[in-house]
């Protein structure tokens, strides 16, 4: 099964900038839909941005025209570039990919966290 793994956060001021990585180990994401999700303390998780096999992506309204999600050339990496940063975008953020079989079900990495001062 493929392996993922979130890098990228870090504690910056409102308005600021950060890109999530979302790595691969094993084998490329191409084949998945792959999607970013948030969790802040004491709040369930958060549909954060999605992004399909052809490239099409989709977002909340909380972070569109903000946030982009994007795959890398290799296909081995998935990138969630966040600006213009505020305060409730605190959360850990984890990165999930969606594997079609018998059932359809989600690998999600260990997350990565992204604290916001005001």
């Known amino acids: 099964q493929v392996q993922l793994v979130e890098s990228g956060g870090g504690l910056v001021q409102a308005g600021d900038s950060l890109r999530l990585s979302c790595t691969a180990s094993?084998?490329?994401?191409?084949?998945?839909?792959m999607r970013w999700f948030r969790q802040a303390p004491g709040k369930e998780h958060e549909f954060v941005a999605a992004?399909?096999?052809?490239?099409?992506?989709t977002y909340s309204d909380s972070v569109k025209g903000r946030f982009t999600i994007a795959r890398d050339n290799a296909q081995t990496t998935v990138y969630l570039q966040m600006n213009s940063l505020k305060p409730e975008d605190t959360a850990v953020y984890y990165c999930?990919?969606?594997?079609?079989?018998?059932?359809?079900?989600?690998?999600w990495g260990q997350g990565t966290q992204v604290t916001v001062s005001s």
């Open positions: 992004i399909n096999q052809s490239g099409g992506s």
């Open positions: 999930a990919a969606e594997i079609r079989g018998f059932r359809t079900y989600n690998i």
């Open positions: 094993g084998r490329t994401l191409s084949t998945y839909v």
